[in-house]
């Protein structure tokens, strides 16, 4: 019986310590992950072309996954994040490129179009409380479809790009370290972003009330938070950083497409999940989201270096999905 006791005692404080310190499981993940990697690979994995390969994926996927834990942590989803990342790139080629308007005007419109896209959800959310998972399931359609009316179909070659409105293409530029290791404005760009909304959420006042607005609703109200007021600012923030995303997809293919990332939601969603953010709100971190980020980065280089088929990445993608919100479960057992 006091063995029982004892086990329960130390089931219960592990619990605790992954509840104060969520970024513990997806470091030790990455960890293994590399590990695991750099054995089955070998010296491949961790040539400097290769890491530099992955740091390059790890950008789209980190930004949208920044934009898809704001959300997350007010208890919602952001089926949306994908599309807003398009459809703001095909505005800022269309606008500069198609309609030959100057760059910076292209580059303020595109966010313009992800603060519209933000707002419209946060609206839907906020003020007419429709539950987050159908408004943004509903606007992906929406969003999708001005995607095609916007591009007309077409797609903006990477040497239209560059004759006309390089500057689009800024993000892809690369800045060479030694050993041939490279690092483009894009990725800066996203430890720019990481930084101001870890700043955000940890150091600022609306940091504090979209951790209340997720965890308890009701007692935020009660404790004189304007909930509503901050759902609509955590989507519109959520949707200019898609547009960003947007930028910087431009930068990493050169061109601009309305088919565009086909697997970003997904994967910014498993980032955010496989980094601790609980998808009930409340409990997560963007140094969590950067790891889970690269997680993902890592699997799925490590297994196309492995030579293992697309399908063995989304198979293995989906268990990382699994297996975290499993143990989210397990902890939420412990709080409750």
């Known amino acids: 019986m006091e063995f029982q006791l004892q086990r329960k005692s130390k089931t219960r404080a592990f619990r605790n310590f992954l509840h104060r310190y969520p970024t513990v499981i997806p470091a030790v993940t990455l960890a293994i992950a590399v590990g695991l990697f750099a054995l089955i690979v070998g010296e491949r994995f961790f040539s400097p072309f290769n890491l530099t390969l992955v740091m390059q994926q790890v950008t789209i996927i980190g930004l949208l996954g920044i934009a898809q834990t704001l959300v997350i942590l007010t208890a919602g989803i952001d089926l949306s994040v994908g599309v807003i990342m398009i459809l703001s790139s095909v505005v800022m080629g269309r606008v500069s490129v198609t309609y030959g308007l100057p760059v910076e005007l292209a580059l303020?419109?595109?966010?313009?179009?992800?603060?519209?896209?933000?707002?419209?959800?946060?609206?839907?959310?906020?003020?007419?409380?429709?539950?987050?998972?159908?408004?943004?399931?509903?606007?992906?359609?929406?969003?999708?479809?001005?995607?095609?009316?916007?591009?007309?179909?077409?797609?903006?070659?990477?040497q239209q790009i560059e004759d006309t409105a390089p500057f689009l293409q800024w993000t892809g530029n690369m800045i060479r370290l030694e050993g041939g290791a490279v690092i483009t404005y894009g990725t800066i760009l996203l430890l720019v972003v990481a930084a101001a909304v870890w700043y955000l959420l940890n150091r600022s006042s609306y940091g504090r009330h979209i951790y209340a607005t997720g965890d308890e609703p009701d007692a935020a109200r009660l404790a004189g938070i304007k909930t509503a007021r901050t759902l609509i600012f955590v989507y519109v923030l959520c949707g200019v950083l898609c547009a960003l995303a947007g930028w910087v997809l431009i930068g990493r293919i050169g061109a601009v497409s309305p088919l565009g990332n086909q697997t970003a939601n997904l994967d910014a969603i498993t980032a955010v999940v496989i980094g601790g953010t609980?998808?009930?709100?409340?409990?997560?971190?963007i140094i969590g989201t950067l790891m889970g980020a690269l997680i993902v980065g890592v699997f799925r280089n490590g297994l196309a270096l492995a030579g293992l088929d697309v399908l063995w990445q989304e198979f293995s993608v989906g268990l990382l999905i699994i297996a975290a919100v499993t143990i989210d479960q397990w902890v939420r057992k412990m709080s409750a």
């Open 108 to 158: 303020f419109l595109g966010l313009a179009t992800g603060f519209l896209c933000g707002l419209f959800n946060g609206l839907l959310v906020a003020l007419i409380r429709l539950p987050p998972f159908i408004v943004t399931l509903g606007t992906w359609s929406v969003y999708g479809a001005i995607i095609y009316l916007v591009s007309r179909s077409e797609t903006i070659r990477a």
């Open 278 to 285: 609980s998808l009930f709100g409340g409990r997560g971190s």
